[in-house]
């Protein structure tokens, strides 16, 4: 298959409703199978290991799934094998089951009880898994071995104190590494068990804090850091394995001046002896600072070391080259900037020296790995798509290999010249590829949703451009009702995007799905205005103390132009949606302008000054405004961009949407909103999550989201005689559930 057949392939649905196909609901949306963590490929390319995660309305559970595939039929046939399913772990999924049944035993030993997570092949035929005990904390690392095309029982390997995430094996060397959180203070994993137990036995339920932050996007912080620890793993017979000693923590002395605290990715060098990971100095500047450094350290724990100790923002993605002597990985200029452009870099080990790569290319990869000694790959957003690319290290040349829809993760098949990939659409949810490096030909490895593409009809997107401030071109999509007829009249789901420094994407969400609102029969529009990022560095600095400025403009000219321009749409009955920075130009919007009839805000800003004080990255609003509300200049920034001052002026209906774990838009922003509305008289409703923090992620809050939100804005923007926003069909399509038990 050609790129181009894959791309007119890939969307789910064709663009006529056919009679067997039915239109996309809330309810198709919760239940999609989905791709939970990294997939694993085996050291000889030849399968896979991915976990599956699937949501059940009927009967309300969540199935958690580790499923092997094989490549090699795939890689002869243009084809795949069916996947095998290892294990299966299933819960009740509502917050507080009528059954007081235990979900997994304290000492978990039989097959059925095992929730499985973060697969690691082994070696080509034995498979590594761990789960984690709800009740006691401990996680086990368990091994199944695949003989004669069966998998056999799962085998414990080794069991920790406490939990453990992102597995990394080398079977070169035999060390196991992942991370693990730890009090400071202590570098065993069994005395963190211990003081976890002895702070639970506490009377009282007061934490201290003498800096920041305190919390940060959903979680208070504690005392606790997570750490990098490494553990060699000795084969017995028939691949059986079993611990050599005691996990070493390879960071604890890393730094003099205080533990470092790991981000959430680290890698392996080929001969596994030594490990690339990024964290930030100790100090009192967590807060205001982005500053962040790639560390090289030896598995032994011997030693850690900053290869990039300079001034420099935020790094990441560190890579080793495939004979470990060079690390490439992206790195921030900007120190207080959390959306600067990544600039590529490549740093030899022996010669401790560092080259920039593509210096002059505008564009910020978000991930970096190698192709060859002379060749790295990249993913970056470009105008609505996440590519893939390669990049000649010593020319800067730009190869793409992948320039349509959205690429996600990346990684090489070992010995071969193919990369695995997991590639989605705005009407195609991720699947796992191959590509070509050589020539970007791809064939498709699974299809997770085949109902998607059988019985379910899915708008397909339409790229839009229209001119707003500054003559800048506005990007982004248009999606079509199911049986559009450009005859009739269809209202308009106007979305507006959160970061502000993000993007619309042709890529799928589990949150936001665009083809949720054109299914419901509205014409779905989502723009990038100023401030979006794949457009260039200045187009996304062009937001800097222009909130509520040029991306409202930009907004407002592109509407004016679509309507021009798509008279079926009706121009009185428009719908605003947004959230975070979305939901904060939703609040700007109800300032400034009356031609939307509803408004949708989620888990947006009330004020501007109130939002600094209580948030938890303050380098966020230090570089969005120029500084600290205390200094009289800035302050007069804080004050020009906040909606709180326009408040008089709002008039249009709107659903306030928040959660109470938003640490980085706190629950006061929205029930300051829906206060401003209520006191005033203007028709609102809130919608409260206690248990959600600023995205809504589980399934059935996710089902009454969706109820609340189409039910909102179809009400305000029904007219008799036009086509109808949707059919409110609440039985089958916007449950609320758990009511019927």
């Known amino acids: ?63 958690t799934q580790l499923f092997v595939q094989s490549l090699a039929d795939g890689h002869r046939h243009h084809g795949s094998s069916h996947p095998v ?111 976890d137990y002895h702070e639970k ?86 807060a205001w600072k982005t500053t962040s450094h790639v560390y090289l350290a030896a598995v032994d724990g011997s030693g850690a070391e900053p290869i990039n100790p300079g001034k420099g923002g935020a790094s990441s993605s560190p890579a080793f080259n495939h004979d470990g002597t060079k690390i490439a990985y992206v790195q921030m200029a900007a120190t207080a900037y959390e959306a600067d452009r990544n600039q590529i870099k490549v740093y030899d080990i022996a010669q401790q020296t560092t080259v920039e790569v593509a210096a002059d290319w505008d564009r910020s990869p978000s991930h970096v790995q190698w192709s060859d000694s002379e060749t790295l790959l990249v993913t970056y957003n470009e105008w609505g798509r996440n590519k893939l690319s390669k990049v000649d290290i010593a020319t800067g040349a730009i190869m793409p290999i992948v320039t349509e829809h959205s690429v996600g993760s990346v990684q090489q098949l070992p010995g071969t010249n193919k990369l695995l990939i997991d590639y989605s659409a705005l009407d195609s949810p991720p699947d796992l590829y191959t590509v070509s490096i050589d020539d970007g030909s791809m064939t498709r490895v699974s299809q997770l949703n085949p109902k998607l593409a059988s019985e379910i009809f899915l708008s397909p997107p339409e790229d839009v451009a229209f001119m707003g401030a500054d003559n800048s071109t506005i990007h982004g999509f248009l999606l079509r009702p199911p049986n559009f007829d ?133 380098y966020f609003p230090e570089t969005e405004f120029e500084g600290v509300p205390f200094d009289e200049k800035a302050r007069e920034n804080y004050e020009r961009w906040s909606p709180e001052r326009y408040v008089k002026n709002w008039r249009t209906p709107t659903l306030v949407v928040h959660s109470e774990k938003d640490y980085r838009l706190v629950v006061s922003e929205g029930l300051s909103t829906f206060t401003a509305l209520r006191r005033q008289g203007v028709p609102a409703r809130l919608l409260y999550f206690p248990d959600e923090n600023h995205w809504v992620l589980k399934p059935a809050n996710s089902l009454r989201w969706h109820q609340e939100v189409l039910a909102w804005i179809s009400k305000w923007t029904s007219d008799e005689g036009a086509s109808p926003a949707t059919t409110l069909d609440e039985s089958a399509r916007f449950r609320i559930q758990g009511n019927d038990d």
């Not at 009880?113 to 035929?125: A, F, G, M, N, R």
Request: charged share 20%; net charge neutral; proline share 6%.
């Open 1 to 63: 298959m050609t790129i181009g057949q894959l791309v007119r392939s890939l969307p789910a649905a064709a663009f006529v409703l056919g009679a067997l196909a039915r239109p996309f609901t809330p309810d198709d949306l919760v239940q999609t199978n989905r791709f939970s963590g990294d997939v694993a490929v085996s050291p000889n390319s030849a399968s896979i290991a991915y976990i599956q995660a699937r949501y059940s309305i009927e009967e309300k559970r969540q199935y």
């Open 85 to 195: 399913k290892v294990i299966e772990f299933s819960a009740d999924a509502r917050p507080n089951p009528p059954s007081a049944r235990e979900e997994a035993e304290d000492e978990i030993t039989g097959k059925k009880h095992l929730k499985p997570s973060q697969p690691i092949w082994l070696s080509d035929t034995s498979l590594g898994f761990v789960a984690t005990n709800p009740d006691t904390g401990k996680s086990t690392l368990y091994s199944v071995k695949n003989g004669k095309g069966r998998w056999s029982k799962p085998r414990p390997v080794v069991a920790m104190a406490v939990p453990i995430s992102d597995l990394h094996f080398s079977i070169e060397s035999g060390i196991l590494a992942f991370t693990a959180e730890v009090y400071n203070g202590t570098d065993s994993l069994v005395e963190t068990a211990k003081l």
């Open 201 to 286: 036995l506490r009377a009282d339920t007061g934490q201290t804090y003498d800096d920041l932050w305190v919390r940060h996007w959903d979680t208070f912080v504690s005392s606790k850091l997570p750490q990098i620890y490494t553990l060699p793993l000795k084969t017995r017979a028939k691949d059986h394995f079993k611990p050599k000693g005691e996990p070493i923590n390879i960071i604890s002395d890393a730094n003099a001046n205080g533990r470092l605290e790991a981000s959430n990715s680290f890698t392996l060098s080929p001969s596994g002896r030594h490990i690339a990971f990024v964290a930030k100095y100790p100090g009192h500047d967590y």
């Open 486 to 618: 450009s005859q009739k009249k269809y209202p308009l789901a106007f979305v507006i995007h959160g970061g502000p420094q993000s993007s619309f994407t042709d890529g799928w969400s589990p949150r936001w799905n665009l083809n949720i609102f054109a299914a419901a029969g509205f014409v779905t529009v989502a723009l990038d205005p100023q401030g979006s990022t794949g457009y260039g560095q200045n187009f996304t600095d062009a937001i800097r103390n222009q909130w509520g400025g040029k991306p409202y403009e930009s907004l407002m000219r592109s509407l004016e132009q679509l309507l021009e321009e798509h008279p079926y749409i009706d121009r009185n009955r428009l719908a605003a949606l947004g959230a975070s920075y979305g939901g904060y130009m939703i609040n700007w919007i109800n300032g400034h302008s009356n031609v939307f009839k509803a408004l949708v805000n989620h888990d947006g800003m009330f004020s501007t000054v109130s939002t600094y004080y209580s948030t938890e990255e303050l």
